[in-house]
T-cell receptor, first 109, second 116 residues
């Protein structure tokens, strides 16, 4: 079955500390993976996608097909990174998204 | 970036009435739009995929006669919650797919529906 798992509902780290938000997926084919972010009182927006191989706002994510993971990382967290983060998988050409449960990231000053 | 609007942002209605929610892509054409439902402190649940000019594809467990979707133009999709009941109270979010940006989905701000 197609599934996206974000094991942490809440992650709290201090400003300046490294951050890693975990995402594992279950899919037999070659998926396209995304990280979406929702800041307080704002709409969901795309943070990054694995095919772009970009670093957005200091965040990176590498697709590890062997471990079926797509963890989101940032070396030095900033207070403005506090938000809800969702990992999502697109299994087909219709680009429906299968969502993880989300991780709430809190950056403490 | 591309903008998606939803109207209304908040609606309160009586049980048994119908409510229509509009989703518009403001500066791009969206052949595909998606409707989601989000319960408090939970992730998004895809309800249906709306394709311009054709019938929507509903996810398992979503009643198509209760949640009517119309995608009559490349910039507008509507979700009508028919004969609403209190259990339909939720946050409804739409997204639109932009072919010009590698199929990125852009999200609307959501509509908070409260059924009394």
């Amino acid at each position: 079955a197609q599934r996206v798992t974000q094991p942490e509902k809440l992650l709290s780290v201090f400003k300046g500390a490294p951050v890693e938000l975990k995402c594992n997926y279950s899919y037999s084919g070659s998926p396209e993976l995304f990280w979406y972010v929702q800041y307080s009182r704002q709409r969901l927006q795309l943070l990054l996608r694995h095919i772009s191989r970009e670093s957005i706002k200091g965040f990176t994510a590498d697709l590890n097909k062997g471990e079926t993971s797509f963890h989101l990382k940032k070396p030095f967290a900033q207070e403005e990174d506090s938000a809800m983060y969702y990992c999502a998988l697109s299994p087909d050409s219709n680009y429906q998204l299968i969502w993880g449960a989300g991780t709430k990231l809190i950056i403490k000053p | 970036g591309a903008v998606v609007s939803q109207h209304p942002s908040r609606v309160i209605c009586k049980s048994g009435t119908s409510v229509k929610i509009e989703c518009r892509s403001l500066d791009f054409q969206a052949t595909t739009m998606f409707w989601y439902r989000q319960f408090p402190k939970q992730s998004l649940m895809l309800m249906a995929t709306s394709n311009e000019g054709s019938k929507a594809t509903y996810e398992q467990g979503v009643e198509k006669d209760k949640f009517l979707i119309n995608h009559a133009s490349l910039t507008l999709s509507t979700l009508t919650v028919t004969s609403a009941h209190p259990e339909d109270s939720s946050f409804y979010i739409c997204s639109a797919r932009d072919l010009s940006t590698y199929n990125e989905q852009f999200f609307g701000p959501g509509t908070r529906l409260t059924v009394l």
